[in-house]
């Protein structure tokens, strides 16, 4: 959601000149900084032709991917993955991973283009045949049609470890992070075959299950294809977390730990592997950059606790405690966005403060946290009991409260395997009053909850930084201080309303700089997008519905790659782009919810930058409320898709068209040919 913000707008020529390009800029008045190309004049139609690239890239072609092992034998359930070289996305869209059968095939619907494939033995290799792996691959193959690949290993590296792993993954070096890595084997007496394609460098991650209380997650360094690696377990260049395990009752027990890597893998960033820790044990770690959580299963019930953080230095070593009863408690805030309702928060830690996020109870029983309120002489200030019965543990209440006022609450809360919690006392008190901290930036006031307010102030730092680089894009700055707050429930993953932005608390508390695959800063910074993308709506010029949405991300993965690296946007941008190949493989029909706004960024996001210049986005904000005022009496997506082919030099109607807009080429040339005798051409390409 999203209010208009007040923006200085500099009435100069804003237009970026391109290396290869001319650059035609409208000025305030619409006076044109020299003249447009003749051709523009004479013949609008020649001048713009119709982009017809887009019907030859969108076309869908099937490829069977056939994985064979070193017998020339099809390898059954081997997991194959597909990564789009021209666009970064990955396949099956379903995935990660799409699973051979009988023959080792495995078929995927692919854009024609240039695609790179890779397999991996997968569970069942690594079960029933430990000591025998395979990663296989063909990169940047060029499919026009429907094609068959074989994959069959013609190299091998020779692996040793000092102690088994049950599970070896594996990727090629150039395309670690951003593709997800298979499972390919595991170790059998500390060695492992791992058979592969010539002239392959691969990111390998060997994972060890603690048995007999001692487990690794060790990744060396990228191992060409032929060579030979013996590792060890070296305790100045990995990282020791010693677990210790409790169960619901604190006795010993048994937990799932899941552990993600983005520094390994994007992809799976948030589980790229899990183990079961019997009591204690103790697990070395390669230095990485990633999360864990706990998993915790009794009596049918399934208790999921939040994540952490994980920034793991050679040499460390780091203590890891779970388990015991739990303690559970309330916290309650009224609404600050719409000051009409309260928020509770109900919060349950163990002994060792990890926070309880969400569970199941069993027999697919929801749980249940049953609610009364009373006044001081236990009348019942609302007509029926309030039960709320989501997995998520906060819940919004449609009145507000003081600290003054008399309301007492009394909570049943069932909390399976772990009893019933019964919690009282007064609504809105010092004890359940969700308290914040303030932390200021140059632009930006911050509210976060106790103490968090160092995390905070890192997070100010980094908007700033986000701030700068989407005032650069946009050519606008912001005129009054935005401020931030981690409310207890803000009703979506983010919000953008007046003044405010407002972010999920669960991404929050385990955010870290550095750990990409918590999406805590795309959401804050696609906040931040939409306050930049105000002056539309203080222009007259307004970019709404799911374009506005598009745009907002593109500003947010922008930022986030400038601060966390290129490939970050590559992989972010990519990742929402899915939705559009399940459009093209008949998986998202048109008559889907939101169907426009999920099938439009492929084409804002990857189409427009690679096929008209990374800077295209920027020229569109330098120039639109321009060239809006010149089409004032287009539809907003008719000018939208107007401007941008001014800014393309080709008429992009037909594809634009094809993802749900209501703009013809015809309508398109009217607008062309009127900025053109405007002289107003922007930043076209050369002809």
């Known amino acids: ?258 552990v993600g890597a983005s520094s390994l893998d994007l992809d799976q960033g948030w589980q790229l592997t899990h183990f079961s820790i019997d009591g204690q044990a103790d697990f070395y770690f390669t230095p990485v950059t990633g999360c864990m959580y ?133 609504l809105i008190s010092d004890k359940t009053r969700y308290g914040w901290e303030e932390v200021h930036s140059e632009h930006f006031d911050g509210y976060f909850p106790l103490g968090f307010a160092q995390r905070g102030s890192r997070v100010l730092q980094r908007l700033e930084s986000a701030y700068r680089l989407m005032a650069d894009v946009v050519g606008h700055e912001l005129t009054r201080r935005l401020h931030v707050a981690v409310p207890i429930n803000p009703g979506a993953t983010g919000q953008a309303s007046g003044d405010w932005i407002y972010v999920w608390p669960d991404s929050f508390v385990w955010w870290e700089p550095g750990e990409r695959a918590n999406n805590f800063e795309s959401t804050l910074y696609h906040e931040l997008g939409h306050h930049m993308e105000a002056f539309t709506f203080d222009q007259g010029a307004p970019v709404t519905g799911s374009r506005n949405e598009a745009m907002a991300s593109y500003l947010s993965f922008t930022a986030l790659g400038h601060l966390e690296g290129s490939e970050v946007t590559q992989f972010r941008m990519a990742d929402e782009c899915q939705y559009f190949l399940r459009f093209l493989c008949g998986s998202l029909p048109r008559t889907s919810p939101n169907w426009e706004g999920l099938v439009n960024r492929f084409v804002i996001h990857l189409y427009l930058p690679r096929q008209y210049g990374t800077d295209i986005h920027r020229r569109f904000f330098h120039n639109w409320v321009d060239c809006r005022r010149t089409l004032k009496d287009f539809t907003e997506e008719q000018a939208f898709v107007t401007t941008y082919s001014f800014l393309a030099g080709k008429n992009l109607a037909g594809l634009f068209h094809f993802i749900g807009y209501d703009v013809t080429p015809q309508v398109v040339y009217k607008g062309l040919e009127r900025l053109a005798a405007r002289g107003a051409q922007v930043g076209g390409v050369a002809r």
Request: proline fraction near 5%; aromatic fraction near 8%.
């Open 294 to 426: 706990y998993l915790y299963s009794s009596g049918g019930c399934s208790y999921w606790f939040n994540r952490k953080p994980l920034r793991l230095e050679a040499g460390s070593v780091r203590e890891e405690n779970f388990g015991g009863p739990l303690t559970a408690s309330i916290v309650a805030a009224n609404d600050t966005m719409s000051q009409s309702a309260t928020n509770l928060g109900f919060m349950a830690c163990d002994r060792y403060g990890n926070v309880l996020d969400f569970y199941c109870l069993a027999n697919g029983k929801k749980p249940v946290i049953s609610i009364q309120f009373y006044d001081e002489e236990r009348r019942l200030a609302f007509a029926d009991n309030w039960v709320h019965d989501s997995d998520w543990l906060h819940m919004r209440v449609e009145s507000t409260f003081a600290i003054g006022d008399r309301l007492n609450y009394d909570i049943q809360w069932d909390l399976g395997v772990y009893g019933s919690a019964r919690l009282q006392g007064k």
């Open 1 to 258: 959601m999203t209010r208009r913000v007040a923006c200085s707008i500099a009435l100069a020529a804003l237009a970026l000149a391109t290396a290869n390009s001319p650059c035609w800029c409208i000025l305030a008045g619409g006076v044109a900084d020299g003249e447009p190309p003749a051709a523009a004049l004479e013949d609008i139609r020649s001048a713009y032709p119709e982009d017809q690239f887009y019907r030859e890239a969108f076309t869908i072609v099937q490829v069977r991917v056939t994985v064979r092992d070193a017998r020339g034998a099809p390898i059954r359930n081997a997991q194959v993955i597909a990564y789009s070289e021209d666009w970064g996305v990955r396949l099956p869209v379903d995935g990660p991973f799409a699973m051979t059968d009988d023959r080792g095939d495995a078929r995927l619907l692919v854009m024609k283009g240039r695609w790179s494939f890779f397999a991996g033995g997968g569970q069942a290799q690594a079960s029933e045949r430990p000591g025998e792996g395979y990663f296989l691959a063909e990169l940047d193959r060029t499919v026009t049609a429907d094609a068959a690949i074989a994959l069959e290993p013609s190299d091998r590296i020779s692996i040793s470890v000092p102690l088994d792993a049950q599970e070896v993954r594996a990727m090629e070096a150039a395309h670690t992070p951003l593709v997800a890595m298979p499972v390919v084997g595991a170790t059998r007496g500390g060695r492992m075959t791992l058979f592969t394609t010539r002239g392959l460098r691969q990111r390998l991650v060997l994972v060890r299950s603690p048995i007999d209380g001692l487990g690794y997650l060790i990744s060396p360094p990228p191992v060409a294809a032929g060579q030979a690696i013996n590792l060890r377990l070296a305790a100045d260049e990995l990282c020791l977390v010693r677990f210790r395990i409790a169960d619901h009752t604190g006795r010993p027990g048994t937990a799932t730990v899941a």
